[in-house]
């Protein structure tokens, strides 16, 4: 409260009190200097009650002044690491991969999962009604696999599939976005999903249907391992980072553990990794990293860093971006080069020419750098589908897109890794 106002409050208050006590006298000379004093304090206090309201508070500056690029996505001037790869990997495929991959694995900050944790894994769940058993490793943390068991195994040279489940900043589902809506503990959210994302089909469903036995799990944060807020993102990423992890490298390590889960299965004869959005990243990282998959089906994720990392594109923002970035990593790697660490595995990119977060154009400028990798191995090039008329989705025509090359797969691949 200001003077002017603490005044007035006051001597009206007096004011009334003499106003009582005088009344009989009419005014007074003390009540008529009371009167003259109300009168000067109230021709002054409209300025000063009102001064404050025309200063900006300090959160409503930082609202409206939003702050510069070069504050938020600095370029350090920081010379490269010397001898991240040799004079003779520029001329020879193989070294380069083998000295890329030593860059990948040591960003991730975690080591792999112990081999003996995997095979020790404990079935907390048998296969019910719905086809589905429940695992469980005990690695970092708790990580539970779902295995949804097809009637008869195929026999065709990828008959398992891990299906890599969006971000989509939902994370009351991650798992249960591919499976049947009954099967999930919030049908509806489910229902809704599938219908604004796959045209309502069930894709773990729909694979199984095919005979391929399917893997999934909740990524840290999603589903049964969450749900976190939006903005709690950042603070999981800041306790693992506390640590000495990474939230991203968490999740390629358990992405990969599940993929060794799943090679131990009865009657697995190769393995695909699936993913949409975010999960499209990690379908073809985990080719990059996991010997157990033999190829991988990307939807609506492949870019360069320099795209994302403008001011208003993913890997500029925070929060999703810390399940797919990899400390130091990409001073060394771009994106591209990093899916193109599979070769020679097999490699499906399938994306809509009106998806706004992963343009056609920067999408086929990162898919040519791909393509020059697998030509520098020897190895057939992957493959780029682009749907007319598709946005950020992975509909029907995707999905047989996916189906039919997944059912012509032969394995070996002939190439530099053969």
């Not at 000063?48 to 200063?55: H, K, L, Q």
């Not at 409206?64 to 991240?84: C, I």
């Not at 870019?303 to 990593?329: C, D, K, V, W």
Request: net charge neutral; proline share 7%; with cysteine.
């Amino acid at each position: 409260m200001n003077f002017g106002t603490a005044g007035i409050m006051l001597l009206h208050t007096l004011f009334l009190r003499d106003l009582m006590v005088f009344r009989a006298a009419a005014w007074s000379g003390k009540g008529a200097l009371i009167l003259l004093l109300i009168f000067v304090l109230s021709a002054l206090a409209p300025a000063v009650a009102t001064e404050p309201a025309t200063t900006p508070k300090v959160s409503d500056v930082a609202k409206a002044e939003a702050s510069e690029p070069a504050l938020l996505a600095p370029v350090l001037r920081w010379p490269a690491p010397d001898g991240t790869f040799s004079d003779a990997a520029a001329a020879n495929f193989a070294l380069w991969q083998r000295q890329a991959k030593a860059l990948l694995n040591n960003a991730l900050l975690l080591p792999p999962a112990d081999p003996a944790l995997i095979a020790a894994a404990t079935r907390i769940k048998p296969q019910d009604k719905t086809s589905t058993e429940q695992w469980r490793l005990q690695l970092w943390q708790p990580l539970d696999l779902y295995l949804y068991q097809p009637e008869n195994l195929r026999q065709s040279a990828v008959n398992a599939v891990i299906l890599l489940h969006d971000h989509g900043a939902e994370f009351r589902i991650g798992k249960d976005k591919w499976l049947p809506a009954g099967q999930s503990k919030a049908p509806e959210l489910v229902s809704q999903w599938q219908q604004k994302y796959f045209d309502g089909i069930a894709i773990a469903e729909l694979l199984r249907a095919q005979g391929y036995l399917v893997l999934l799990a909740d990524a840290p944060g999603f589903g049964a391992r969450g749900p976190l807020q939006y903005a709690e993102q950042q603070q999981l990423a800041a306790n693992l980072q506390a640590q000495g992890a990474s939230l991203a490298g968490l999740m390629a390590r358990e992405d990969q553990a599940a993929a060794a889960f799943l090679a131990r299965q009865p009657g697995v004869k190769g393995i695909a990794a699936v993913g949409f959005s975010m999960g499209g990243f990690r379908a073809w990282q985990l080719a990059a990293l996991s010997a157990n998959v033999d190829a991988a089906v990307s939807v609506g994720w492949l870019n360069s860093l320099q795209f994302l990392r403008e001011p208003t594109n993913n890997f500029s923002r925070g929060q999703t971006a810390f399940y797919m970035i990899h400390p130091g990593l990409y001073r060394q790697l771009d994106l591209p080069e990093i899916a193109a660490l599979s070769t020679p595995k097999p490699l499906l990119f399938l994306h809509g020419d009106e998806d706004p977060l992963m343009p056609r154009h920067q999408v086929e400028l990162a898919f040519k750098h791909i393509q020059l990798r697998y030509r520098q191995c020897g190895a057939p090039g992957p493959k780029l589908h682009v749907e007319q008329g598709q946005g950020h989705r992975f509909g029907q025509a995707l999905q047989q897109q996916m189906l039919q090359w997944l059912a012509e797969l032969q394995l070996p691949v002939a190439g530099c890794n053969s």
